[in-house]
């Protein structure tokens, strides 16, 4: 953890009762308000993993991905748009050391900007003198209108027969390209069931030029720096963000669920919902179950953290190991969700009650590409020892 930035953790349970408070304003605006995005980028949330020598506060993943769980807790949308910088501002990782400070590094008396955008290779770029020229509209871009940066997947042809090839192979190269928010249009087309307040429409940019040091390759690329944090793979570390917003929707939808027990009395019942008990069977199921969850992704974190520290590396079982406890990890909180809400009874069904929103929201996170059911077919290639293209994981 950098020095002059608070504990993430602590930052994130501090903050966490303002952003509970202002949930269903949060859903309502369909994107994260522009002064609490200022809050939490100034106690470093927003910049978790952002390089020491970019000012960042370079998290440790374990840190970083408990303080994610923690803004999850108080509302899904709010921990999502933390995931999103969080993750997006890896990349400064893999810059050159100049373009990333340019790019990342606080102004005088300022903040870090703020960065975001789509992994996804859905945009097309060719190569031209100095660097490319890149089109391509990508939805999903969570958070983007609070961002200074943004940042965008495409895929770039082979070179011209006579050229040299990546790998000998005529194939389209996987690039990310970083470009100023200012270049790109923000499309408003986000109208979804869950997550709504994580502003995740459309961006666009049309032929734009992209300087070579502004982009980096998916596949075969290397970070600059040998820090424990950036031996993670990229994907994996994105795959543990959903992954701890979901256990943190799970988590606030626990705490509903036990203060409406206690309170509630059905119609026409003598005790409680939690004097009842086949609401305390399933209360302790489900809490057992959550964290048995977090336990499994806490202790592949840790193992791929010794060998990062110990400078072995992180082996094919290490990041198969990440993904797999990222995408067990988001079903069950989506199970432990869904059946707190179906516990709560009909107080549930309300647009006003906050266990409505978790359950749309820690749905919308099974959605995700990064825990989707691929992820388990790869990871059970390397359990069972056969061949896998290690770019998948």
């Known amino acids: 953890m950098s020095k002059g930035w608070p504990d993430p953790l602590a930052a994130a349970r501090a903050c966490a009762p303002a952003i509970a408070a202002r949930a269903a304003e949060i859903e309502g605006a369909r994107r994260l308000p522009a002064d609490l995005a200022a809050s939490l980028s100034a106690d470093g949330l927003m910049h978790l993993f952002l390089p020491a020598d970019c000012g960042g506060p370079e998290a440790m993943p374990a840190q970083g991905l408990a303080a994610i769980r923690e803004i999850a807790r108080a509302d899904g949308a709010a921990g999502w748009c933390v995931m999103i910088a969080a993750t997006s501002a890896l990349t400064a990782a893999w810059l050159p050391a100049a373009e990333a400070r340019a790019i990342f590094a606080a102004p005088d008396g300022g903040l870090p900007p703020i960065a975001g955008g789509v992994y996804a290779p859905l945009g097309g770029a060719r190569r031209v003198d100095g660097g490319y020229r890149l089109s391509g509209r990508w939805p999903w871009a969570s958070g983007s209108a609070n961002c200074r940066w943004l940042l965008g997947g495409a895929l770039v042809p082979p070179p011209a027969a006579g050229e040299a090839a990546p790998g000998g192979e005529a194939r389209p190269e996987m690039r990310l390209f970083l470009f100023p928010a200012a270049e790109a249009v923000l499309h408003d087309t986000w109208h ?54 979901a256990l943190g929707i799970a988590r606030g939808a626990l705490d509903d669920l036990t203060g409406l027990a206690r309170a509630k009395r059905p119609q026409g019942a003598r005790r409680t919902l939690a004097g009842r008990p086949h609401v305390q069977a399933e209360v302790a199921a489900c809490e057992a179950a959550w964290r048995a969850a977090l336990a499994f992704v806490d202790s592949a974190v840790a193992e791929a953290c010794d060998g990062a520290v110990s400078g072995a590396g992180l082996t094919l079982s290490h990041r198969a190991a990440l993904r797999l406890a990222a995408s067990h990890a988001t079903g069950v909180a989506a199970d432990v969700t869904g059946r707190m809400y179906r516990l709560a009874g009909g107080s549930a069904v309300f647009s006003s009650h906050p266990l409505q929103r978790r359950l749309r929201d820690v749905n919308m996170a099974t959605q995700h590409a990064m825990v989707a059911q691929p992820v388990l077919e790869v990871a059970g290639r390397v359990l069972l020892e056969q061949e896998v293209d290690a770019a998948e994981l």
């Open 192 to 245: 979804v069931a869950g997550l709504c307040g994580t502003g995740s429409g459309d961006m666009e940019v049309a032929d734009i030029l992209v300087p070579a040091a502004r982009s980096l390759s998916l596949a075969g690329g290397r970070p600059r720096l040998d820090a424990p944090l950036y031996a993670f793979p990229i994907f994996g570390l994105l795959a543990l963000g959903v992954a701890s917003v």
